[in-house]
Nanobody, 126 residues
């Protein structure tokens, strides 16, 4: 069984940076996709960024493109989300997610993902 544990959230001023980490335990992400989603109060869970494990292809939501970078370290079974130039509208709980099957594509629907972390709060003050 895969367990995902996020860390790195916190409170930051607008324009600041944070780096989120997601460690996979149990078994590795293998050749599956890892993704980051976020959910603000009263809103749906939205795709933020994703990375294929085998080819390192990356995909981003338009709202974060150019500001956020997703990366992975296979040896450490860890995926990262570097967030720069943060805005108050980036405030949300951020979740790490993993597919249960091999894929060279990055699904953007949360329903495609089997494994989820517990979430980490990111708050950006204006």
């Amino acid at each position: 069984q895969v367990q995902l544990v996020e860390s790195g959230g916190g409170l930051v001023q607008a324009g600041g940076s944070l780096r989120l980490s997601c460690v996979s335990s149990g078994r590795t992400f293998g050749s599956s996709v890892a993704a980051w989603f976020r959910q603000a109060p009263g809103k749906e869970r939205d795709f933020v960024a994703g990375i294929t494990w085998s080819t390192s292809n990356t995909h981003y939501a338009d709202s974060v493109k150019g500001r956020f970078t997703v990366s992975r370290d296979n040896a450490k079974h860890t995926v990262y989300l570097q967030m720069n130039s943060l805005k108050p509208e980036d405030t949300a709980i951020y979740y790490c997610a993993g597919l249960s099957y091999s894929s060279i594509f990055v699904p953007r629907s949360p329903s495609a993902y089997t494994f989820w972390g517990q979430g980490t709060q990111v708050t950006v003050s204006s």
